[in-house]
Nanobody, 123 residues
Framework: QVHLVESGGGLVQAGGSLRLSCAASGLTFSYYAMGWFRQAPGKEREFVAAIRWSGGITDYADSVTGRFTISRDNAKNTVYLQMNSLKPEDTANYYC????????????????WGQGTQVTVSS
């Protein structure tokens, strides 16, 4: 059974930083692309960042480019999202996902999802 468990969320002031982690089990982690998505109340789920199996290819939403960095450690079955210069509009529940994906940006390409971790950025 596949499990993805996110951690690292919390409350931070605008301009601050957080690092999210997502630990995976029950799958051959290095075979999968990993993505981060977020969803704020009343809004649709949106793509944040993704990374291919090798870590050599990454993709970011325009809204986070230059502020967020995705990385993975295949030896630890873990993907990270370093979030710097946080803004109130980054407030959302953040989910990690694993999939054998084509575009990396489409949420419906991902096979497995975590339960999410809440990020709240105060102004």
């Amino acid at each position: 059974q596949v499990h993805l468990v996110e951690s690292g969320g919390g409350l931070v002031q605008a301009g601050g930083s957080l690092r999210l982690s997502c630990a995976a089990s029950g799958l051959t982690f290095s075979y999968y692309a990993m993505g981060w998505f977020r969803q704020a109340p009343g809004k649709e789920r949106e793509f944040v960042a993704a990374i291919r199996w090798s870590g050599g290819i990454t993709d970011y939403a325009d809204s986070v480019t230059g502020r967020f960095t995705i990385s993975r450690d295949n030896a630890k079955n873990t993907v990270y999202l370093q979030m710097n210069s946080l803004k109130p509009e980054d407030t959302a529940n953040y989910y990690c996902a694993a999939g054998r994906v084509a575009t990396m940006r489409r949420w419906d390409e991902y096979n497995y999802w975590g339960q999410g971790t809440q990020v709240t950025v105060s102004s």
